[in-house]
């Protein structure tokens, strides 16, 4: 009698048809970026294809999940995904579940970090494979690397994790992690992540990023700030066969009096190997150089209305006839588009502070954020291919809302196929439209203008604040 009851309940539907709402429609650029067969791969990998036959299934709790980091606002809470639910239920006439958030919330929670983290990955590394020859630096995949802060809600399970900075009362701050990230300069995808906590022992940048070398190709080139133009930095690098292009660190100083000359403010010196440091074995240091020879680059960057700016580049690319002064200094010019991808990440998409209340929660919302962000740039890339544009030409918030507008009726599979590939072709079309200004060398101060208000910040617990109103009552 349960084998007969189950047979008779519609099965959920495909991957296929929800992945259709990102770009899997036949004859478009990248359709396979985010194939059925991908999600299914990798979920199964996890063992974790769970509810196949129930409303919250992995695709449908994953789609719901990518919908709420997608949005903002009331759209982006668990009630506004059980909505958006419904109403894909109702279309494709399938049993609709009820208003209670919690069966969502469960589902969201048993979701795989490592497969979400796979998926992402994949994601970008496929996108990066097929990146448009004219996408590329001289041929080379140029990739930015930079850190970034995010909180989240103070409970004693996330400050336990990543706890708040030891300058604030208990209970007054809010728990904090950093991340290090690597984005390619071609595509804007975020390549690779870690996260930590925001101070202790090695949870700096540079302890970030050490764990990340392996996701690093051999011919890759590094574009990174001053913070990580060390001598192991560069050389860990080196040993990977990746190329390293940073501007000076500031306890260095550049002296282009010596050295072997290639031009003005070009020149080749030598850095000596330090002493071994505490973080590295033994084994590892033997396999550093004695002295490694790096070029110094000092260009100047023009701005109307401020002064002239100086700055020194240091990089491994030493071949002056293969790699000029000015296209050095255009390299590392790129470097703000980080800066431009982190905002992109930590405000379009509001991962400045998560809502997740548990550390696992915290990090699945992280690579659910990050495989949302591959994937609105995955379909910014594909409008620029068809629409001979970059990538970077085009803006993330404008994709992002044409994107969303269209997802419901792609995802529902409420209209032929062929209507479908016209409504994707007309959305690409209008994609390549919204574009952003060309910012060559851009520097900004990390300065507000406007202030958000004028209440004072917490200096007390809550519980201490209302003890206070109540008194005055």
């Given at each position: ?14 991957f296929?048809?929800v ?5 899997s429609?036949?004859g ?9 067969e ?34 903002d ?33 469960r589902?969201?929670?048993k ?7 796979d ?18 630096w ?6 930015l690397?930079?850190?970034?802060t995010?909180t989240m809600?103070?409970?004693?399970a ?6 708040q ?19 390619s300069?071609a ?7 870690a ?51 940073a ?13 072997k ?15 071994k440091?505490?973080w ?10 004695e ?11 023009f ?10 580049i ?14 050095i ?34 990090r ?9 962000y ?21 803006s ?5 809302q044409h994107?969303?507008k ?59 604040l ?8």
């Open positions: 009698m349960d084998s007969i009851a189950r047979s008779r309940v519609p099965r959920c539907p495909s296929r048809q992945a259709a709402a990102f770009l429609q036949p478009l650029p990248f359709a396979q970026v985010l194939s059925a991908r999600i299914e791969r990798i979920f199964a990998k996890h063992g974790n294809l769970f509810g196949m036959s129930a409303i919250y299934s992995t695709v449908i709790t994953l789609w719901a999940f990518l919908g709420q980091v997608l949005r606002g009331k759209e982006a809470s668990c009630q506004s995904a059980v909505a958006e639910i419904v109403a894909y239920q109702q279309l494709t006439r399938l049993p609709a579940p009820t208003a209670d958030t919690g069966d969502y919330c589902a969201r929670a979701l795989s970090e490592e497969a979400l983290r998926l992402t990955v994949e994601v970008a590394e496929e996108l990066e494979e097929q990146a448009d020859a004219a996408w590329l001289k041929g080379r995949h140029a990739k690397v930079d850190g970034f995010f809600p103070d409970t004693p996330n400050q336990h994790e990543y706890p900075q030891a300058s604030q009362k208990e209970g007054v701050g809010f728990p904090i992690a950093r991340a290090c990230v690597i984005l300069l595509t804007a995808c975020a390549m690779a992540l996260v930590g906590p925001y101070a202790g022992k090695e949870t700096g940048e540079t302890a970030l990023l050490r764990s990340l070398l392996d996701s690093l190709e051999a011919g890759d080139v590094i574009v990174a700030d001053r913070f990580y133009c060390s001598f192991m930095m560069v050389a860990l690098l080196l040993n990977q066969g990746v190329d390293v292009c501007r000076l660190h500031q306890r260095r100083h550049a002296d282009f009096r010596r050295g000359r290639l031009g003005k403010y070009d020149h080749l010196i030598e850095w000596n190997r330090p002493a440091p505490p590295m074995d033994e084994a590892t240091y033997g396999l550093i150089p002295k490694m020879v790096l070029r110094e680059i000092r260009f100047k960057v701005q109307p209305g401020y002064r002239v700016q100086s700055l020194t240091v990089t491994t690319l030493t071949d002056p006839e293969a790699f000029t002064a000015e296209e200094a255009q390299l590392y010019g790129f470097r703000w588009n980080s800066e431009l991808d982190i905002r992109a990440i930590k405000q379009s998409l509001h991962l400045d502070h998560v809502r997740s209340k548990s550390p696992e929660m915290v699945k919302e992280l690579w659910t954020t990050l495989l949302g591959n994937l609105v740039r995955t379909t910014a890339a594909a409008a620029a291919l068809l629409h001979g544009r970059q990538p970077r030409q085009i993330f918030t404008g994709t992002c994107l969303l269209s997802w419901m009726v792609l995802s529902a599979n409420v209209v032929t196929p062929e209507a479908a590939l016209r409504l994707c072709q007309t959305l690409l079309e209008r994609i390549s439209r919204v574009t952003v200004a060309d910012r060559p060398g851009r520097i900004e101060s990390r300065v507000l203008k406007r202030r958000r208000h004028r209440y004072p910040l917490m200096k007390k617990t809550r519980a201490e209302q003890r206070q109103l109540q008194k005055h009552k």
